[in-house]
C-alpha cells in the first residue's frame, strides 16, 4: 500500500478549528469541576430552550455549533467529576482514560470485529486478562465491554439462560422461549433493581427474592431453602457491593449451596467487583471467583468515562452461543473470538481502550490504591459525620458506601436539600430499611483526606441549619 498522504494542509485542516475549540472548553470544564457547585444552576425547561428552537434550513458552522453546545448545556451539567459528588455510585474520570477516550472517538473504530480492527480489539483483549488477574477470577473466561453493569448483567444472563435450558437439551436459540421449562430466577431482597430489569428483558419474569440479613447480604440458609422447594434449571444473582451498605454476600457458602443445586450463579459486583484487586479488601470478596459470571463497571470505580461496563463468563461458549452474530459478511480471524460474540451488539465503540489506559498506567499496585483511597474516604466520612450531634450511620463501613439519618425522616430530607443548596457536597436521599437516609457512594479517584475534610465541613454546615430551622 502506497502511503499518499503528502504532508499538505487537508483532510486534517477540517478538524482543528472545532476540536481545538472542544479542547478548550474541555479544559476549562476539568479546571473548575472542583470548585464548581456541584448541582445543575439552571433546570430541564430552561437548558431545553437553550438548546432548542426550529431546526434551520441551513444549519451552522461546526465551530458555532461547539460554542453553543458548550456555552448553553454547560449550567445544565452536574460537576459529577468533582471529589465531593456522592450521588449514586458514579464515578468521575481520570485524565489518562479521558485522553485515550479522545483517541478512540478520534480513531472511529468499529469493535465488532478484529479483522477491521486488530488494535482496538487487542487493547479490549489485553484489558480482559489484565482485569481477570486484578480481580483474582479464572483465567481463560470470556470478557465483553458493555454500556454498563445493566448490559453486562444482561449479557451474562443471557449467557447463563441459555445454558442452563441447553443443560435439559433446549436450545433457545432455535425454540426461542415461549415453551421453555421455567427458569428459577433467584435474587437477594437487596438486589440491585437492574437485576429484576434484566430478568424482563430475557423473559424471565420477576425474580424469587430470598430474605437479606441487616446489611443486605442475602441469606444463605434461606437460599438453601429456596432452591429446594423447588425444582428445574436455576439462575443464583449474588452481590458484591449492596448500593446502601457496601456489603458483600458470603460468596463461599452462597455459591456452595447454588452449585449443590446445578445453579448457575452470576455475582453483579457493579463496583464491589473491585474489592479484589485490593490485598487489603479482597477478603470481602472470598469465594466470589467459584460463580459463573461476573458484572462490573469501568465507568464507576476505575474512572473512565462514561461508558464502560464489562461483562465476563467463565463459559466462553456458553456467551457466544447467546450473543454471537454469524453472517455471510463478517470475516472472522482464527486469533480469537470477536468482540460481537461476547456482547449483544455488533457495531459499537472501542470502549474498552480507556480500561487499557488506566490499568497500564495505574498497575496492580495503583488500582489497588484507587480502590482502598475510596474505601478509606468512606471511613473518614462515616468518623466525621457520624460524630455530628443527632446524626446516626446506618451500616457498617465495609467498603465504600455510608448511610446516615438524622432523629426522623423530614430532617433527613432536609439536610440533604440544605447540601444540595449549598453545593459544596452532593449526596442523595434514598430509602433504605425504612428509613429516609443520605448516601454518600465514594466513587471519584480524587476523594483525598482534603476533600473529606471538606465533605464534613459541608456536612456539619447543613446540620447545623437543619438544627436551627
Ligand atoms: C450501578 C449499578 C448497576 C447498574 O450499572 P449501570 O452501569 O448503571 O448500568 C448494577 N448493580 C449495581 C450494584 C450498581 O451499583
Known sequence: MVDRSDGQPGWGARYDEVLERASEHARAWLSGVNERPIPPRIGPREVADRLGGILSDDGESPVEVIEHLATAAEPALSAIGSPRFYGWVIGGTQPVALAADWLASAWDQNTGLRTITPGAVAAEDIAGEWLLD??????????????????????????????????????????????????????????????????????????????????????????????????GPAIVLLQAGNIHSGAFDDFAAAIAVAHDAGAWVHVDGAFGLWAAASPSLRHLTAGMADADSWSTDAHKTLNVPYDCGIAIARDAAAMHRALSLQASYLQVTDVGSDPQDRVPELSRRARGIPTWAVLRSLGRNGVARLVDGLADAARGIADGVGALPGVEVLNDIAFTQVCIALADDAQTQALSERLWSDGEVLAMTSRWHDRTVVRFSV????????????????VTRARASVASA
Open 443 to 458: 466513587s471519584n479517584w480524587g476523594t483525598d483526606a482534603a476533600q473529606v475534610r471538606r465533605t464534613i465541613e459541608a
Open 134 to 231: 486484578l480481580l483474582g477470577l479464572p483465567a481463560g473466561s470470556e470478557v465483553g465491554f458493555t454500556t454498563g453493569a445493566t448490559m453486562a448483567q444482561f449479557t451474562c444472563l443471557a449467557a447463563a439462560r441459555d445454558e442452563v435450558l441447553q443443560r435439559l437439551g433446549w436450545d433457545v436459540e432455535t425454540a426461542g422461549m415461549a415453551a421453555a421449562p421455567r427458569i428459577r430466577f433467584i435474587v437477594g431482597e437487596e438486589r440491585h433493581g437492574t437485576v429484576d430489569l434484566a430478568g424482563r428483558y430475557l423473559g424471565l419474569g420477576s425474580p424469587t427474592i430470598v430474605p437479606s440479613d441487616e446489611q443486605g447480604r442475602i441469606r444463605v440458609d434461606d437460599l438453601r431453602t429456596t432452591l429446594a422447594a423447588g425444582e
